[in-house]
Nanobody, 130 residues
Framework: QVQLVESGGGLVQAGGSLRLACVLSGRTLHNYAMGWFRQAPEKEREFVAAISSGGDRTSYADSLKGRFTISRDNTKNTVLLQMNSLRPEDTAVYYC???????????????????????WGQGTQVTVSA
C-alpha cells in the first residue's frame, strides 16, 4: 500500500523560503511520477509542480515559475518542493501526489491534472504572512 507523508510546512514571512518534503512508503519511488498541488480556503485544488518518474522533466504552474523548484531523490523515496520568494497568496495546504507509471509509459512524462494521480498525502499547511 502506497503512503505519502508531507512535511516542512509552517509559517513564514513574505519573501521567505520553505522546503517541503514528501516521502513515499510501501513502494519504490522510481515507479511513480510525482506532483504537488495546493488548496487555499474556499478554492479548488490547483496544480503547483510535477516531475516525471525519470526525473528528467518538470512542469510548473505559470505563476510559480522561477520561484518554486521540484526535485526527487529516488534513493530516499523523497520528492522536494523548494519554495522561494513566498507571497501571502501562496498560503494554502500543499499536497503531494503520486501516479503509478508502467513499463509502457514514458519515464519522461509529467502530469498536471489532479485526476491522473492515484495516491495523495494528507497535506501540509503553508502560511505566508504579509
Amino acid at each position: 500500500q502506497v503512503q505519502l507523508v508531507e512535511s516542512g510546512g509552517g509559517l513564514v514571512q513574505a519573501g521567505g523560503s520553505l522546503r517541503l518534503a514528501c516521502v513515499l512508503s510501501g513502494r519504490t519511488l522510481h515507479n511513480y511520477a510525482m506532483g504537488w498541488f495546493r488548496q487555499a480556503p474556499e478554492k479548488e485544488r490547483e496544480f503547483v509542480a510535477a516531475i516525471s518518474s525519470g526525473g528528467d522533466r518538470t512542469s510548473y504552474a505559470d505563476s510559480l515559475k522561477g520561484r518554486f523548484t521540484i526535485s526527487r531523490d529516488n534513493t530516499k523515496n523523497t520528492v522536494l518542493l523548494q519554495m522561494n520568494s513566498l507571497r501571502p497568496e501562496d498560503t494554502a495546504v500543499y499536497y503531494c501526489a503520486a501516479k503509478r507509471v508502467f513499463f509502457s509509459d514514458s519515464s519522461s512524462t509529467y502530469y498536471q491534472d489532479r485526476n491522473d494521480y492515484n495516491y495523495w498525502g494528507q497535506g501540509t499547511q503553508v502560511t505566508v504572512s504579509a
